[in-house]
C-alpha cells in the first residue's frame, strides 16, 4: 500500500544541512584561509569569496528557492514570489562568485579557464540564468502579471524538474 509522507517535515532536515556546510565554509575561509576582501594586497582573501558565494549564495539559496513550494506553509502565489526572488539572489550572488574567481586569477597573472571545473562552471551559471529567465517569462509575466487563462503548460513543471536535476547534478 502506498504511503504518502508530507515534504514540509524533511525540509527541515535540508535546511540544517545547509546551514552546517554554509558555518564550515565560513570557517574554512575566514579562520584557515585568512578571510574575505575585494581589494587586498593578499589575492588569496579576494578567491576566497568565490567558494563562500557559489556555496551559500549559489548552492544553498538555489536550493532554498527549490524547496520553497515545500517548505512554506503559505500560499502558492507568494510561494511563488519567494521561488522567484531567492533563485534570482542566488544567480547574483552567483555571477559575483565566479567575478571574484576571474579578479583573483587577473590580479595574479593566472589564466582564466583552464580547468573543467571553470568551462563547466560557465556552462552552469548560463544555463541557470536562462531557466530563471524562462520560469519568469512563463509562470510569472504571462500567467501572473498578465494573468493569462491561456498559458498553461502541462508537463512543463516535469521537463523544468528535469532539467533542475542535471543542472544540480553538474553544480555538485
Ligand atoms: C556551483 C558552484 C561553482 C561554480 C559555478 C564555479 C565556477 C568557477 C569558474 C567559472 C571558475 C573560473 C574562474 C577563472 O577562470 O578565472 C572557477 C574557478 C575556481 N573555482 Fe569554482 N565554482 C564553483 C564552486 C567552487 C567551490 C565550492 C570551490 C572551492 C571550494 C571552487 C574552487 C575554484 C578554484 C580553486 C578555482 C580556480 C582554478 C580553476 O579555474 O579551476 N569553486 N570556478
Ligand atoms: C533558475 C531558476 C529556476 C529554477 C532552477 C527553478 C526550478 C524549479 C523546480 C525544481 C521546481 C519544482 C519544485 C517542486 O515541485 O516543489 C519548480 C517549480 C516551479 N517554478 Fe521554478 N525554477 C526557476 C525559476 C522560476 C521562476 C523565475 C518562476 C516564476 C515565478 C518559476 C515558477 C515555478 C512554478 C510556478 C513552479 C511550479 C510549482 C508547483 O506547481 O508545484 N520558477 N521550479
Redesign the pocket.
Known amino acids: 500500500m502506498a504511503t504518502r509522507l508530507k515534504a514540509l517535515p524533511f525540509s527541515f532536515g535540508a535546511h540544517f544541512l545547509a546551514l552546517i556546510a554554509a558555518i564550515m565554509v565560513l570557517v574554512w575561509s575566514i579562520h584557515f584561509r585568512g578571510g574575505l576582501a575585494w581589494e587586498a594586497e593578499n589575492k588569496n582573501l579576494i578567491f576566497n569569496i568565490h567558494p563562500v558565494l557559489m556555496l551559500i549564495g549559489f548552492i544553498i539559496l538555489?536550493g532554498e528557492?527549490?524547496?520553497s513550494?515545500?517548505s512554506f506553509p503559505l500560499e502558492?502565489q507568494v510561494k511563488?514570489?519567494i521561488?522567484?526572488v531567492l533563485?534570482?539572489i542566488?544567480?547574483i550572488l552567483g555571477i559575483i562568485g565566479i567575478c571574484a574567481a576571474f579578479k583573483n586569477h587577473n590580479e595574479s597573472n593566472i589564466p582564466n579557464l583552464y580547468s573543467l571545473h571553470s568551462w563547466i562552471g560557465i556552462g552552469v551559471i548560463t544555463l541557470?540564468?536562462i531557466?530563471?529567465i524562462?520560469?519568469?517569462v512563463?509562470?510569472?509575466y504571462l500567467?501572473?502579471v498578465l494573468k493569462s487563462d491561456a498559458i498553461h503548460f502541462p508537463g512543463m513543471?516535469f521537463w523544468?524538474?528535469l532539467y533542475?536535476s542535471w543542472?544540480l547534478a553538474m553544480r555538485v
Open positions: 538555489g528557492a527549490i524547496i513550494y515545500k502558492k511563488k514570489k521561488h522567484l533563485h534570482a542566488a544567480l541557470y540564468g531557466q530563471w524562462y520560469g519568469f512563463v509562470f510569472f500567467e501572473v513543471c523544468e524538474c533542475m543542472l
